[in-house]
């Protein structure tokens, strides 16, 4: 991806032609494109409408994020190009100012967008970017089912709402995996877990497991390198499910899984019970580490610092095997590969993927379907699933 001012692609470069267009020019190009206009490595923001300024607000860590877009003259549309590596996806929102002020707005062009926590973004699908086929719904695959439940957990001192995801044909007493999945119900909502879970499943790339979907009241105290949570893991949930359950309860049979400080959560879990948790995934990670002289800079990641810190000072062998993914589009990118390295010196087998994406709830979703066989693979999972940079 370059930083510096792209130049148009023939899709403007032929109004810029005849300046001023034609109305019936504009009319023509908008109702004959899809936007933004990807042309090769070249993709073209677009916007069509009285304004004073444009800019492309992202989600791309290195790219200035105020990117003016240039006005075609004598008329009210706008264009930024940009470089996008083949098979990026950017997340995005224009910022127009008007006489009345300056809007925030998903583009009124694009009907793709992607929601998450916060609201909704635009989406840019550069050139070989694909939704996976193991991510869409599918009516003729079987579907598992999904059940709310209320677990009373000593070492928090409350109750806490979980959602058992059981695979299609599920029977009592059988054997399952069981994957402890932070931030469930986002996986659920914004990366469309069960649908994927599904499809691996049913295409017999991963093996049958059940899903365990926490949805905790406040992440940041759960999530930072908790002792509470992780003994409400390891010695209260997990036991408790695999006895209600009938599973089977061996080390490689337990996973961890979470995104951002869900995956910060995993592995702290996992360094506190060594070989408790023979699976974890951890997605884009915010695995700090470095000097903590200034604890006024670092607040409230400081635990998370001071962990990865131990962690890379005296690594540990705590799981048989773990998937990392991370976005090249990230601030994290730098920590997730920095603990590569760390990971793979304990002797555990590791996989990493870099993604041309940002921190989403669709880059992960878009990871899974090589995090998962790799994890808990079925009948007809890869072979090898090598250091991939997807």
Not at 86 to 110: M, Q
Not at 307 to 324: G, T
Not at 362 to 375: I, M, S
Request: net charge negative; charged share 25%.
């Amino acid at each position: 991806m370059t930083t510096s001012r792209t130049a148009p692609g023939p899709a403007i470069e032929a109004l810029l032609a005849s300046v001023p267009p034609s109305d019936e020019q504009i009319d023509r190009f908008l109702e004959s494109h899809s936007f933004p206009v990807v042309e090769g490595e070249r993709c073209t923001f677009v916007y069509h409408g009285d304004a004073i300024d444009v800019r492309l607000r992202h989600w791309v860590y290195g790219l200035p994020n105020d990117l003016p877009f240039e006005r075609i003259p004598g008329t009210d549309l706008w264009y930024r190009a940009l470089e996008l590596s083949e098979g990026a996806r950017v997340e995005y929102k224009l910022e127009v100012t008007e006489g009345e002020g300056t809007r925030l707005i998903e583009d009124p062009l694009n009907p793709l967008r992607a929601e998450d926590p916060f609201g909704a973004n635009s989406v840019c699908r550069a050139f070989g970017y694909e939704v996976p086929a193991w991510a869409l719904p599918d009516p003729d695959v079987a579907a598992g089912t999904l059940e709310d439940r209320v677990f009373r957990s000593r070492s928090l001192a409350g109750s806490r709402n979980i959602t058992l995801y059981r695979p299609a044909g599920f029977e009592q007493g059988r054997p399952y995996p069981i994957l402890a999945v932070h931030d469930g119900g986002d996986y659920l909502r914004y990366a469309g877990l069960k649908t994927v879970l599904d499809n691996l499943i049913h295409g017999g790339e991963v093996a049958p497991l059940v899903a365990v979907l926490m949805h905790p009241p406040d992440r940041m105290a759960q999530y930072r390198d908790s002792g509470p949570h992780a003994v409400y893991l390891a010695e209260e949930l997990i036991p408790w499910l695999e006895r209600d359950l009938s599973l089977g309860g061996a080390p490689q049979a337990r996973g961890l899984m979470g995104a951002s400080l869900g995956a910060v959560a995993s592995l702290s879990t996992a360094i506190r019970y060594p070989g408790t948790f023979g699976r974890l995934l951890l997605q884009s990670g915010s695995f700090a580490h470095g000097k903590v002289d200034a604890r006024a800079e670092i607040g409230p990641f400081l635990p998370i610092v001071e962990m990865v810190n131990r962690f890379r000072e005296e690594p540990l062998y705590v799981s048989e095997r773990v998937f990392v993914s991370c976005g090249l589009h990230e601030s994290l990118i730098e920590e997730n590969r920095a603990l590569i390295p760390v990971l793979e010196g304990t002797g555990m087998s590791v996989r990493y993927v870099e993604a041309r994406d940002g921190h989403n709830w669709e880059n992960w979703r878009d990871r899974l379907g090589v995090a998962l066989p790799f994890l808990f693979p079925g009948p007809r999972a890869p072979v090898h699933l090598g250091d991939i940079h997807a």
